[in-house]
């Protein structure tokens, strides 16, 4: 009885020594692989997180979104007055790089008299191809402005100089009206 134990001990020994060297050499194995394929800087780019925030609330929204490289805009919309404005910081200086205005009522329709508009507002990553504006580019983020309660939308864009931003120039004008119209053929009533 002796014997058999300790035969059955020197057994399940070795079968234990061989899966942990099995597992061992599997590990090793897959370090070894692993650091051959490491993925390029340059395709982990391409898979970065690119995000805007926006947030809005009864009288007021905000809206990030890019502006040009490292350089990051805020949105701000006025529900009361239909002022949109977008307010830029000079990464370079750390100072104002810009101030950019428009007002949304006349894109957006007037609904009915007495009724407040209800928007909504989020930018969106855009990439010019064209469509110079003197010395500038159109930026590369385009804010889209909704009234829920007319149904109509308007798209803005904003001309950017980035030779204006290193020079340290703070820039400013009109937010530039890219598209509006109707995304809803009826009227919402309370």
Same mark, same amino acid.
């Given at each position: 009885m002796?014997?058999a ?22 590990? @090793?194995?897959g ?11 340059a ?7 690119k995000a805007?925030?926006?947030h809005?609330g ?5 809206? @990030?979104?890019l ?9 701000c919309?006025?529900?009361?007055t ?12 750390? @100072? ?22 209800s928007?909504?507002?989020? @930018? ?9 504006y003197?010395n ?17 939308v308007?798209i ?11 020079g340290?120039?703070?820039q ?14 009826l009227?919402?009533?309370?």
């Amino acid at each position: 009885m002796g014997r058999a134990f300790r035969r059955e001990s020197a057994v399940f020994l070795a079968v234990g020594l061989a899966i942990g060297l099995a597992i061992g050499g599997a590990m @090793t194995a897959g370090v070894l692989i692993g650091k051959q394929s490491v993925v390029p800087d340059a395709a982990l780019a391409e898979l970065r997180l690119k995000a805007a925030a926006s947030h809005g609330g009864e009288t007021f929204a905000m809206a @990030t979104g890019l502006i040009d490289d490292g350089v990051e805009g805020l949105f701000c919309l006025d529900y009361l007055t239909g002022d949109l404005s977008c307010f830029v910081v000079n990464p370079r200086t750390g @100072t104002p790089g810009g101030v950019f205005k428009t007002n949304v009522g006349a894109d957006m329709g007037s609904g009915e008299k007495g009724k407040k508009p209800s928007y909504v507002m989020v @930018t969106g990553i855009f990439q010019a191809r064209g469509g110079n504006y003197g010395n500038s580019q159109i930026a590369n983020s385009l804010v889209y402005v909704a009234d829920a309660n007319t149904g109509t939308v308007a798209i803005y864009g904003m001309p950017w100089s980035k030779q204006a931003t290193v020079g340290g120039a703070v820039q400013g004008g009109k937010l530039v009206k890219v598209y509006s119209g109707k995304v809803r053929s009826l009227d919402v009533r309370d």
